[in-house]
């Protein structure tokens, strides 16, 4: 079983930044492959950014490309999303997600996860 802790939300305001932090436990970090998503109120979970376990190859949904940036730290078991130019439509709930994997996959939906965690609020003001 592996335990997620997200960390790092809060309140900006627009054009700001903020670097959300993703702590894994349980098992061996590096063989997981890692995903940031946020759900908004009334509206579906979405993927923002997926990367490889070996931090090879990594993906962004098109709303955070240039702006968002996605890396990990095996040796810390952390993965990190750094949130630049934020505006207040990236105002969500950010959840980090894992799931066991080889190779230099990533993944982008929700189903494709086994492990959660609780989640942290990101509130950008305009």
């Known amino acids: 079983q592996v335990q997620l802790v997200e960390s790092g939300g809060g309140l900006v305001q627009a054009g700001g930044s903020l670097r959300l932090s993703c702590a894994a436990s349980?098992?061996?970090?590096?063989?997981?492959?890692m995903g940031w998503f946020r759900q908004a109120p009334g509206k579906e979970r979405e993927c923002v950014a997926a990367?490889?376990?070996?931090?090879?190859?990594?993906f962004y949904v098109a709303s955070v490309k240039g702006r968002f940036t996605i890396s990990r730290d095996n040796a810390k078991n952390t993965v990190y999303l750094q949130m630049n130019s934020l505006k207040p439509e990236d105002t969500a709930v950010y959840y980090c997600?894992?799931?066991?994997?080889?190779?230099?996959?990533?993944?982008?939906?929700?189903?494709?996860?086994?492990?959660w965690g609780q989640g942290t609020q990101v509130t950008v003001s305009s």
């Open positions: 997600a894992a799931r066991y994997a080889r190779g230099s996959s990533y993944y982008t939906t929700e189903g494709e996860y086994v492990h």
């Open positions: 349980g098992r061996t970090f590096e063989h997981y492959a």
């Open positions: 990367i490889s376990w070996s931090g090879a190859s990594s």
